[in-house]
């Protein structure tokens, strides 16, 4: 609890500053043996494993205000973090995922999950969002797994996650 604790308030911490437009000081922890995936997928965890747009259908506007501000503030603060800026050099970006539900064709799927990911990249540009680092992509009609379909059942989402070009 006492952990939890601590990295909740870190995080906050971290969405203070970056608000500001600070480099942050990074929660994740690194040491220079740890592989870049390794730390990609904790920035990801740390900032982005729970913003999900759900039941997001191209079009659609993002219409509720606390959700804008919740996706902003932490793609922000990932985005001012000092160990997201270093991987960034080394060809990492923060990428929008869009997803597709399972009906339709392959091609069209994947051209769907690449509208709503742009959509939303659109949306935090209009915010202000430093999208330069940033980048959109399509995984199409993916499969969920059980632990993702118990806490975010549509299949028509955007996600977020760090990772190599």
């Known amino acids: 609890m006492k952990k939890l604790f ?3 308030s ?14 942050v000081p990074s929660p994740v922890e690194v040491t220079a043996e ?5 730390i990609a997928k904790a920035l ?9 747009i759900d039941e997001f259908t191209f079009g659609d506007q993002i219409a509720d205000l606390t ?3 919740v996706v902003s503030k932490a793609v922000n603060a990932c985005l001012a973090d000092a160990t997201f800026l270093e991987l960034n050099k080394k060809g990492y970006k ?3 995922v869009g997803h597709a539900c399972k009906y339709g064709s392959k091609g069209a799927n994947m051209q769907m999950g690449l509208k709503r990911a742009r959509q939303v990249l659109n949306e935090l540009r209009a915010l202000n969002v430093n999208v330069a680092l940033m980048g959109a992509k399509s995984l199409g009609d993916t499969v ?4 993702e ?17």
Do not use: N, W
Not at 34 to 38: A, H, K, W
């Open 6 to 8: 601590l990295m909740a």
């Open 10 to 23: 870190i995080v906050l911490m971290t969405v203070v500053l970056a608000s500001c437009g600070a480099t």
């Open 34 to 38: 740890t592989p870049d995936e390794e």
């Open 44 to 52: 990801t965890a740390t900032y982005l494993s729970a913003l999900v």
């Open 67 to 69: 959700e804008v501000e």
């Open 94 to 96: 923060l990428f929008v």
């Open 144 to 147: 969920m797994t059980d632990s």
């Open 149 to 165: 379909a118990a806490g975010h059942p549509k299949q028509r989402r955007v996600t977020f996650a760090v990772a190599k070009r």
